[in-house]
């Protein structure tokens, strides 16, 4: 296997991130995921996202509750996440999206970001 390129490097820094953001708040993050980018738009998918509160109200059939938590932890987290994948690539965040699934046990977090000429621009 060979080691990642600089692309690859921020590409992990950003999962590394959102699983870490993920973590802090919720107690335990994703045990899995990958990010990938492709022109202004970055999308980190998450695998094995649940605490065992969620999963028992999931199996109890309340994965409603469980995804209105999730939009209400999504909306309150949009800026640090967005600010983390700032940081990280150097350019600004456009638009965030984020979605859950229940089965898969999956999460998307979605970035639609400033076009490389305009973070270039803004620097000058």
Same mark, same amino acid.
């Given at each position: =296997?060979?080691?990642?390129?600089?692309?690859?490097? =921020?590409?992990?820094?950003?999962?590394?991130?959102?699983?870490?953001?993920?973590?802090?708040?919720?107690?335990?993050?994703?045990t899995?995921?990958?990010?990938?980018?492709?022109?202004?738009?970055?999308?980190?998918?998450?695998?094995?996202?649940?605490?065992?509160?969620?999963?028992?109200?999931?199996?109890?059939?309340?994965?409603?509750a469980?995804?209105?938590?999730?939009?209400?932890?999504?909306?309150?987290?949009?800026?640090?996440?967005?600010?983390?994948?700032?940081?990280?690539?150097?350019?600004?965040?456009?638009?965030?999206?984020?979605?859950?699934?229940?089965?898969?046990?999956?999460?998307v977090?979605?970035?639609?970001?400033?076009?490389?000429?305009?973070?270039?621009?803004?620097?000058?």
């Open positions: =296997m060979t080691a990642p390129t600089g692309r690859g490097k =921020m590409l992990l820094a950003v999962t590394n991130s959102i699983v870490g953001l993920h973590r802090e708040h919720y107690g335990r993050g994703a899995r995921g990958r990010t990938i980018m492709q022109d202004d738009y970055l999308v980190c998918f998450l695998e094995d996202i649940y605490t065992k509160a969620e999963r028992t109200l999931i199996e109890a059939g309340s994965f409603a469980v995804h209105g938590s999730r939009e209400a932890f999504q909306a309150a987290m949009e800026t640090r996440f967005s600010k983390s994948v700032e940081e990280i690539t150097g350019r600004r965040v456009k638009a965030f999206l984020s979605q859950v699934r229940a089965d898969p046990d999956v999460a977090e979605a970035f639609w970001l400033e076009p490389e000429t305009e973070a270039v621009d803004r620097l000058d």
